[in-house]
């Protein structure tokens, strides 16, 4: 399985469930799945009485560093079950006919591995690279056949009842080829975290600090308390005015009301667009500095995270404010601009 990635054992996973803050949602439904992965062959059973296989599929999508392999990880390390986290660039080969053998080779390892093991999880990372849109007249031979090849694998998995899980994961959505959607069960999709999750997501980054005995001067709680307080103040006066919820990231609703009624140029605004991968390497860009000074204060942490810069850091403001309603869209342009050949499946 090294061949083709990283494997994992239960053990040797770092990510606890508890330590990835926010995807409330997400989580619940990745606990209900992998309790039913531990329970395969009783659920199995019960499925075949309805003459409905079970497919173990789930495919998550957003922009980069939401969370999409580290909560996969954790909850494999939850249920100790084993993963290999693919990568595209091993399985994708110049050499024709290479990359087909390549994807039946690892997912028919994996379905023995699962067999022996009652369970596996196999993580495809970024799965576009052989799950690209057939119809897009850029693509070649192929990575058609390929797409072929990975459906024609994933439906023997279920038709056989493999307990094998097959999770995709995708920054660019928008050129994933639809029947590959349909093969997917469970579509879930990770964003940018707003304000209020970026906060938590700080505050714990500081408190991992603290526990390290190293200095955190308080002034970078009170700052940050101070701002959450002014945007919460404005997104409820706001929210009572429309008359309806708002998210962070509606047409720039609330920002553009921030703007009308404070001057606030604080961490949470400065992190609009930062995943929490993005948070985190600005604490670790801190901690060289704090190694110096011997503490950690407002202006280094601000400074290294506006260092950092964003996952969104590289589109316009509006882009990275832009509606999310419908399909919640990611707030990058890492997804391709022209309209999809398909409505994206909605988050179920």
Known sequence: MGKYGTVYLPEDIKENVEDIKGNEF????????????????????????????????????????????????AFSK???????VVESDRLVSPLLGDTIKNIRNVVELSADIAKENNSF???FDEIDAIGSERSNIHEVGEIKRAVISFLQVIDKVNYEGIPLAIFGATNHQHQLDS????????????????YELRKEIMESFLEKIENANIGVDKGIYEHLNN????????????????????SEFENNLLWNE??????????????????????ERGTRVALFKVIQTGILTYNIFYQSL????????????????????????????YASNKTPPRETPPEV
Not at 179 to 194: G, Y
Not at 320 to 328: A, E, F, Y
Request: net charge positive.
């Open 121 to 123: 999880v196999l993580f």
């Open 306 to 333: 506006e260092l950092v810069g964003g996952t969104a850091v590289h589109v316009d403001r509006q882009d990275v404010l832009s509606s999310t309603r419908s399909l919640k869209r990611t707030a990058t342009k």
């Open 26 to 73: 997400k989580k619940e439904r990745l606990n209900d799945f992998f309790k039913a992965l531990t329970k395969y062959k009783e659920l199995s059973e019960q499925l075949k009485k309805t003459k409905l296989s079970p497919s173990l599929t789930v495919l998550l999508f957003g922009p980069p560093g939401t969370g999409k392999t580290s909560l996969t990880r």
């Open 227 to 246: 701002e959450y307080s002014l945007i919460k103040e404005v997104h409820e006066n706001l929210e009572t005015k429309l008359g309806r919820s708002i």
């Open 78 to 84: 939850k249920y100790n079950i084993p993963m290999c």
């Open 258 to 279: 921030i703007e009308k009624k404070q001057d606030i140029n604080g961490l949470l605004k400065l992190t609009i667009g930062y995943s929490g991968s993005d948070i």
């Open 179 to 194: 029947a590959i959607w349909r093969r997917f069960t469970f579509h879930l999709h990770f964003d940018f975290p707003n």
